[in-house]
């Protein structure tokens, strides 16, 4: 490990599972913890919980599609949802800076609150703390969530065979290019929009369609749709195969990404996930995720196989491409 | 309110109650949040639960008696632990700035660790996030706690009456005088030590002992106990006293404050505690307290009356001044 904090500790990619790896489980070695899912799952007094946090440092505050409040609050609701529970709680603590306009704060909690009526949680407990000028960017938000997951639903990697269909809701990169070409003040900023929402709902109606066949869900946030894929194959041991053609893709992000050269498949993603589905019920996962509105670009788009966690792309020319997860350039306070 | 956010938004007084009433209650008006307790307290499957958010954003990020991730955890612990709940988990959310050393968040790590195993908590979700330089301050951490209340406990403004008894589990003011000393380089910093420590153990024999005697707990953090106890005067429309011959205050801790013109009732506390108990049962809770490690020095120190949410200090000299909430020169970056 590097001697220092560096920006790609940060980024969801490589560096950060180095650092949460080799720092963080070493002092905190529980097996909850070291499941190194969204949210953490416990046994609470009657029935099992989930309980996650994030903490969001985006900028800039505001972005087309959306501001820091909002991500606060789909952001934890996502990684619980994910995690096949029902989000019911959340906890909102503001770091700001001295100086802050309170308008600002103001419309940031407005959102938040726009968000929860939305997502169909609560803010129950909150913190505000302020720090002096120059000691923090504006304003960070930490949420934490707390959600009920029913006793017969049981996602985990163990449960991944081949020929289990991976599917996404919808297209990738949106959140990311729009940060970033806010952040940049691109020309193309215009056409491009945040894909933030909340996705306790679609994935409460997969659940409630078929809750036996889907086996494990991610949020597609920090590292994208790469990155997430790849940790499900290394957990699971198995490899998994994405096909490029499927993988939706607006034109608007696949042109800004290309000036760019970056690639979607790391972009982050804040209104997507993937589902990985027994093979005979993924044509009926699909059909579930199109009737929803978060889900009407849905796709398959890609399989399980046997393997050893490696994560591939097969090229609409027939080629085959080892994805890793994001290392390189990162991309701060993406989130 | 100001345009901007001022520090005194975050010393946990007037200002800081002012933005979460005026601003956060206004876009998060439910009942739960209304409360403004230490710990939200919420109905779960099959049992209440609580759960609380505190950031830790303390300078210097060592200090004597602790460091910020030992503060990290009691903090969260404590506001469970006032609320009446047996803390079971936390999540923890950490803000990084580029370049802190490694070194240094692998004390920081160990010293939660730590902190979790002398609680009885185990940390079972995270985050990381890093900014780039100069856009954080070295490291801010975020816990959130998830606790059981039992259901035949029920603590609550309402139950205050006249004559129950005050009660404290020791010496007030250390921990925002260790800080500030040992911020400003000050002579005596060397004398004065933070009082961080969690509070569950000792709350819980408590409340083991005379569950339905203890009517409402708070810990003395940021605003001290003369906030505090306001506080509880508001909420439970009537007035509470205060004996400052009562109220135990260190030598070292009172000679620093009155050099620094700072009053002891003010500064911040993070092992300490008030509990409002039944008169009868006063005794038996002194006794309780005075068992534990943590309540050797505690104390009867005031009364509860009828009255309207004020707070008042008699005065060894027969004296009676009453006492605001923190107001004022703010103490920013104490916790």
Known sequence: MSDVVMLAHGDGGALTHELVRDLFLRHFPNQTLKGLTDAAIFAGPGGRLAVSTDSFVVNPLFFPGGDIGKLAVYGTVNDLAVSGASPLYL????????????????????????????????????????????????????????????????????????????????????????????????AFAGQLESDCAPLNGIIAELLREIPREVKIMRDLTRGGLATAAKEIAVAARCDIYLEEAEVPVRPAVKGAAELLGLDPL??????????????????????????????????????????????????????????????????????
Not at 155 to 164: I, M
């Open 91 to 186: 906890t909102a603590a503001f770091l700001l800076e001295e100086g802050l306009p309170i308008a600002d704060l103001d419309r940031f909690a407005a959102s938040m609150a726009e968000a929860c009526t939305e997502a169909g949680v609560e803010i129950i407990a909150g913190d505000t703390k302020v720090v002096g000028r120059g000691n923090l960017d504006r304003i960070f938000i930490n949420t934490a969530g707390v959600g009920v997951v029913p006793e017969t639903l049981h996602l985990g990697y163990s449960r991944l065979a081949p020929g289990d269909r991976v599917l996404i809701n919808g297209s990738i990169g949106e959140h990311g290019m729009a940060i970033l070409a806010a952040r940049e003040n691109l």
């Open 266 to 335: 790391y972009l982050a993603n804040e209104g997507k996930f993937m589902a990985v589905v027994s093979a005979p019920y993924a044509e009926d996962a699909l059909t579930v995720l199109k009737t929803h509105p978060l889900g009407r670009s849905a796709r398959i788009i890609g399989e399980v196989s046997d393997g050893g966690g490696n994560l591939y792309l097969r090229t609409p020319f027939g080629g085959t491409k080892y994805l890793d997860m994001l290392v390189g350039e990162p991309l701060p306070r993406i989130c």
